[in-house]
């Protein structure tokens, strides 16, 4: 099969779920057609967005539309559910319905066919094993087995894994014929670790979205209230993202119009995937990912040990 050609930027679908707070329907619509806007052609979901919620707001707004590449993910069925009240992992959204593990074939095939409905389109372009962390056998055995029956069968164009450690997803690139990895968060100007997922994927012809470039806000703003990977962020990571920014300052760039353009030197990168839940985020990215970074910069952040040396990461 033709390797699948990706665009650079890619728009994550996840906030407009209400990730940490609520967020209208008008919002959601308005956000999605800026990204359009933009020049962004790859659209990333999930069930888990909002239980949802995500994928039936970015499906509604991508109708009518062509030429673009539609991602979701496969790995938890939705079900109703019992509880009132919100959810309870991320969205601000109700808790009607409830999240199950599931990365057997039956419930891989099923879950493809609910995305579908809730998205309101004939099919998606990449299918992505969601978080299998503690289901790694299964999902391998399993999940990504369906998946590649699809693929033959040309109802996916691309399989692929999308998780926020390096080493599962390693496995698969070794032991399965994977097209696609979404890392999200590994291999930042802060966290690096993914690399040797990376390499592997440009040995094997595996193409890489990178997600979470920003590591959850801290590369975005330093500040001491910022997050890193969705925590608090410890002294030392604040200080070490501090430093980058004043470094990045010397050459003109802005710590976030750095965080975008880093994990694109790596030529298994194919996109990097930037969430966003207002028009004024979308536009605000797309303009410090237009303007050019100076390599001096990644040289100094090397000698200055801010970066891995080539060849010595």
């Known amino acids: 099969m033709a390797?699948?050609?990706?665009?650079?930027h890619g728009f994550g679908a996840a906030p407009i779920a209400g990730l940490y707070q609520e967020v209208s329907d008008e919002q959601a619509r308005a956000t999605v057609d800026a990204a359009w806007s933009s020049g962004i052609r790859l659209f990333d979901t999930a069930p888990h967005y909002g239980v949802g919620l995500s994928e039936r707001r970015l499906?509604?707004?991508?109708?009518g539309r062509s030429g673009f590449v539609l991602s979701t993910k496969v790995g938890r069925?939705?079900?109703p559910s019992a509880r009132s009240g919100r959810d309870d992992q991320g969205f601000d959204v109700s808790?009607?319905?409830?999240?199950?593990?599931?990365?057997?074939?039956?419930?891989v095939l099923r879950s493809l066919e609910e995305s579908l409905e809730r998205l309101g389109l004939p099919h998606v372009d990449i299918a992505l094993i969601h978080d299998p962390d503690d289901h790694l056998d299964q999902a391998l055995s399993e999940a990504y087995p369906a998946l590649a029956e699809l693929r033959s069968q040309g109802v996916v164009k691309a399989v692929g894994v999308g998780m926020n450690q390096w080493q599962a997803p390693?496995?698969?690139?070794?032991?399965?014929?994977?097209?696609?990895?979404?890392?999200?968060?590994?291999?930042?100007l802060l966290d690096q670790s993914g690399l040797p997922l990376l390499?592997?994927?440009?040995?094997?012809?595996?193409?890489?979205l990178a997600a979470g470039v920003f590591n959850?806000?801290?590369?975005?703003?330093?500040?001491?209230?910022?997050?890193y990977d969705y925590l608090p962020a410890p002294e030392a990571v604040l200080d070490r993202a501090r430093r980058i920014a004043t470094i990045c300052e010397a050459h003109g760039v802005v710590l976030p119009q750095a965080a975008m353009a880093f994990p694109l030197r790596h030529p298994a990168v194919a996109t990097?995937?930037?969430?966003?839940?207002?028009?004024?985020?979308?536009?605000?990215?797309?303009?410090?990912w237009g303007r050019p970074v100076p390599d001096a910069l990644w040289a100094e952040l090397e000698s200055a040990g801010l970066l891995p040396q080539p060849g010595n990461a």
């Open 216 to 227: 959850s806000g801290l590369l975005a703003m330093p500040q001491p209230s910022g997050t």
């Open 272 to 288: 990097i995937v930037l969430g966003a839940r207002s028009p004024e985020e979308v536009r605000a990215n797309a303009e410090l």
């Open 3 to 8: 390797r699948l050609a990706l665009p650079r």
């Open 95 to 107: 808790a009607s319905l409830e999240r199950v593990w599931d990365f057997s074939r039956d419930g």
């Open 77 to 79: 069925l939705l079900v």
């Open 170 to 188: 390693l496995r698969f690139v070794q032991e399965t014929d994977l097209d696609v990895v979404m890392l999200a968060g590994r291999y930042t």
């Open 59 to 63: 499906g509604a707004a991508l109708a």
């Open 199 to 208: 390499d592997a994927c440009e040995a094997r012809g595996v193409q890489v």
